[in-house]
């Protein structure tokens, strides 16, 4: 009975921490996602969008944990990915950066998002034949992907 009253926890709260974070409160959403944690420690989604609300805020040291506790939960999931590697690149991990834009690249479930993040972390790393890759990649997913034009061309 506990378990499941765990999981019920879990889900109403990670309910409540989507529409808080989809209208923008994010002091909501990360005190609705730390209670999921709280039921359900492993929990990828619950771990991926306290990341997300820490890098968000401008607290990238704060994100990488969560980030990295998602990535061993689902290490192929390509917004995790995503944002891991811009934390990284932007806590000056490069290297581990480009290695996560790598697994993007290769990524079946790879969105334009995704592969624009990818493409900035190669940019940011001087890498600018794989961000060029990338960001073409990005626009053949979708052509209006307007930040991957604008970061192509200025790389034209």
Known sequence: ??????????GDAFQSGVAALSDGRLDDAAEAFDKV????????????????????AGRPGKAEPYLRRALAQ??????????????????GNLEEAEALAHKILSAQNADAAALNSAGQVFSHAG????????????????????PAALALYSHL
Do not use: C, F
Not at 1 to 10: I, L, N
Not at 37 to 56: E, F, T
Not at 74 to 91: G, Q
């Open 74 to 91: 689902r290490p192929e999931h390509a917004d995790t990915l995503s944002v891991a590697a811009a934390v990284l690149a932007e806590l």
């Open 127 to 146: 890498k600018s034949g794989l961000a060029e890759d990338a960001y073409r990649r990005a626009l053949w997913l979708d052509p209006a992907y307007r």
């Open 1 to 10: 009975m506990a378990g499941s009253d765990s999981a019920a926890v879990a």
């Open 37 to 56: 944690l709280g039921a359900q420690p492993a929990h990828a989604a619950a771990l991926y969008n306290m990341g997300v609300i820490h890098y968000h």
